[in-house]
């Protein structure tokens, strides 16, 4: 029997399976079944959806047989199956439960699991090739777990949050080809995510949201679940739901970066001691850019990518006490609002909207940041912040402010970055923020 961990490609549902069962008569049944997933060297899974037809032979006898085919080169299997049980809660129910509500698109209940049906493998064998004088080329595999080291070493070197998710998301692009990527972090507020850095894309989109559940991005974050898919070009419904999350649809204020006609994308939480501190994304024109080895390195890169994460922004805090003196120095220093034109500041607080001379800047928690900096800055003259303080200043009264501080400060600057106006939020020294004006900041709020 051939062994399944060497048809994991045919286990991706890029080409649909064909099952066959007997009814009592003997007569054969035949039905094309979207996906069989792999479960263990001895087991398969399918989702229980069938036509009646094949749901009641299967009850009768628990006897099938299923061909795959392999996406990437073609070759076929024929697995001869016997039912073993039904799951409606495991790990396996869960990544087939997220691997429909992905296709569907939307989370509607249309295509929702009722169960999933546990098939052992009595025998797997192959298909004799139409034309037995052409053998197929070897496939040579890359050594991914050494890229893997060679880019975690690099991650281990980085001494702050920012370089962090430069570096990783280079490496990406340089070592294993995946040159369009980015890091969104819990939003904080309204439970969506927010793109902190993104690599390969016309624009880079700092600030950018995805709302809760939504699309391969939301999912993974909510389920706390690796989310891949080999081949979209099966899934227009969910091509069009991305193009919804970046912006068509909802009019959101900075378009989610995104590739015209993605055909693979894979979606990995990153969760630090139990807590979500992101999502690392790809996405690729190529069909099997991500294949279940790919899956495999990323997994290792995105567990170490959190953990750093979230002990550079410890190490952040701690750092901060040497810097207070010369913070707090300059907050007392009587500084002269500069001369030159006026900027004017209009913000809502009911979202914590921004805008800088009309222009939207940033909503949410780095809105509420930058607002904070102004107005002391109007009122005092002071440039210079430390993380410290931000974080005991009871003005900001900001949910979940401890944990997201880091991430947020690094959005704020790069969407400041991005727009090149007259506001900067400069890194003076580590821990230390210095705000940059090129005008008089009139501040208007606007309750509405």
């Known amino acids: 029997m ?41 087991h398969v899974a399918l989702s229980n959806q069938f036509f ?41 129910f869960e990544r087939v439960a997220i691997h429909l ?32 004088l052409v053998e197929p080329e070897p496939l040579v595999l890359p050594d991914l777990m050494g890229r893997v080291a060679r880019l975690t070493a690099r991650m281990s070197d980085c001494s702050d949050p920012e370089t962090l998710l430069d570096v990783t998301l280079e490496g990406l692009g340089e070592l294993f080809g995946y040159h369009h990527s980015m890091v969104l972090v819990p939003d904080g507020e309204r439970g969506g995510l927010t793109t902190i850095a993104s690599r390969g894309y016309d624009q880079f989109g700092f600030g950018a949201e995805v709302p809760p559940g939504r699309g391969i991005i939301g999912v993974a974050a909510e389920r706390r679940r690796n989310v891949r898919i080999t081949d979209l070009s099966r899934g227009q419904r969910y091509i069009q739901a991305v193009r919804a999350m970046a912006g068509v649809e909802d009019a959101a204020p900075i378009p989610l970066p995104a590739l015209d006609k993605p055909l693979s994308q894979i979606a990995l939480p990153l969760v630090a001691r139990g807590r979500l501190v992101g999502v690392l994304f790809s996405e690729s024109a190529e069909r099997f850019t991500f294949r279940h080895r790919d899956e495999e390195a990323l997994t290792v890169i995105a567990a170490h ?61 780095p809105g509420r940041l930058l607002l904070h900096f102004l107005e002391d ?51 003076a020294d580590r821990g230390r923020l210095r705000l940059t004006l090129a005008g008089r900041p009139e501040i208007e709020l606007v309750e509405d």
């Open 305 to 365: 990518l959190a953990t750093a994460l979230s002990f550079l922004s410890e190490e952040r805090e701690r750092a901060e006490t040497g810097w207070r003196e010369k913070a707090e120095a300059s907050a007392d220093e009587a500084v002269r609002l500069p001369a030159g034109r006026r900027i004017a500041v209009r913000f809502y607080p009911r979202d914590g909207s921004l805008f800088v001379d009309d222009d939207y800047l940033i909503r949410g928690v």
């Open 2 to 42: 051939i062994a399944l961990e060497r048809l994991r490609d045919s286990f991706e549902g890029v080409i649909p399976s064909v099952i066959a069962t007997t009814d009592a008569d003997g007569m054969p049944n035949i039905s094309y079944l979207s996906h069989v997933h792999y479960v263990d060297e001895t």
């Open 377 to 427: 800055y109007a009122r005092t003259g002071k440039r210079d912040f430390l993380n410290r303080e931000i974080r005991r200043d009871r003005r900001l009264q900001l949910p979940d402010f401890k944990d997201n501080l880091e991430t947020r400060l690094i959005l704020l600057r790069r969407r400041l970055e991005e727009k090149a106006g007259p506001i900067m939020l400069e890194r």
């Open 52 to 92: 009646s037809k094949t749901a009641t032979n299967v009850a009768r006898n628990g006897l099938a047989t299923v061909m795959v085919v392999d996406g990437y080169s073609g070759q076929q299997h024929v697995l001869d199956l016997v039912f073993e049980r039904s799951e409606t809660e495991s790990e396996t």
């Open 101 to 132: 509500a992905i296709l569907e698109s939307r989370m509607n209940g249309i295509m929702k699991l009722r169960s999933v049906d546990i098939y052992r493998v009595e025998d797997c064998r192959a298909v004799p090739a139409a034309n037995p």
